[in-house]
């Protein structure tokens, strides 16, 4: 079983930076693929980025490559989103998730995830 809990979010101008970081308390974190998801108002949780359980591979969502950048460090049991160049439409609230594996495949689609953090809000605006 895991717990996530996201924090690092808040407001942000255009072309700011956040960082934000996933903790996760589990027995063997190396065992769960990750991901970060976020939900802007009125619409569907759109994938943003993936790990494998070893963090070897990371996949990004077209809308984020080469703005974000996601790491995990298993040994911390820490997930981390680094956010650049960010633009109003990144509002949203921003979820880290989890999915127990023995593969080495990373997951892209939110209902692969079976476990989720609470989220936390991200908001660029000038």
């Known amino acids: 079983q895991i717990q996530l809990e996201e924090s690092g979010g808040g407001l942000a101008h255009p072309g700011g930076s956040l960082r934000l970081s996933c903790a996760a308390s589990a027995r063997v974190f190396g065992g769960y693929a990750m991901g970060w998801f976020r939900q802007a108002p009125g619409m569907e949780r759109e994938f943003l980025s993936a790990h494998t359980r070893s963090g070897l591979r990371t996949y990004y969502a077209d809308s984020v490559k080469g703005r974000f950048t996601s790491s995990r460090d298993n040994a911390e049991n820490t997930m981390t989103l680094q956010m650049n160049n960010l633009k109003p439409e990144d509002t949203a609230v921003y979820y880290c998730?989890?999915?127990?594996?023995?593969?080495?495949?990373?997951?892209?689609?939110?209902?692969?995830?079976?476990?989720w953090g609470q989220g936390t809000q991200v908001t660029v605006s000038s």
């Open positions: 998730a989890a999915r127990w594996t023995v593969s080495g495949a990373y997951y892209t689609q939110a209902h692969e995830y079976t476990d």
